[in-house]
């Protein structure tokens, strides 16, 4: 069974910066494709980010998120920046494994003047 908990989230201006955490225990973390997903209210959950072999992302974080990893830790980030209000959901860590996908509980974000 794989474990994920994600932390780092807050509240912060547009324009500024957060780096998100999240940290695995169970299965072996170097076979994971990780990923990030967001939620925002009233909306569905949609992909933000993923990284296997190479790294993919949303359009509209583009140049603004970054996804990295490492496996020393087994820790995925998503580092931040130039964050605007309808960056504005709760940030979910994904993990897709051999053995199945797993989700963690989530971390607010919240963009606001």
């Known amino acids: 069974q794989v474990h994920l908990v994600e932390s780092g989230g807050g509240l912060v201006q547009p324009g500024e910066s957060l780096r998100l955490s999240c940290a695995a225990s169970?299965?072996?973390?170097?076979?994971?494709?990780m990923g990030w997903y967001r939620q925002a209210p009233g909306k569905q959950r949609e992909w933000v980010a993923t990284?296997?072999?190479?790294?993919n992302y949303l359009e509209s974080v583009k140049g603004r998120f970054t996804i990295s990893r490492d496996n020393t830790k087994n820790t995925v980030y998503l580092q931040m920046s130039s964050l605007k209000p309808e960056d504005t959901a709760v940030y979910y860590c994904?993990?897709?494994?051999?053995?199945?996908?797993?989700w963690g509980q989530g971390t607010q974000v919240t963009v606001s003047s």
């Open positions: 994904n993990a897709v494994s051999p053995g199945g996908t797993y």
């Open positions: 169970g299965g072996y973390f170097n076979v994971f494709v």
């Open positions: 990284i296997g072999s190479n790294t």
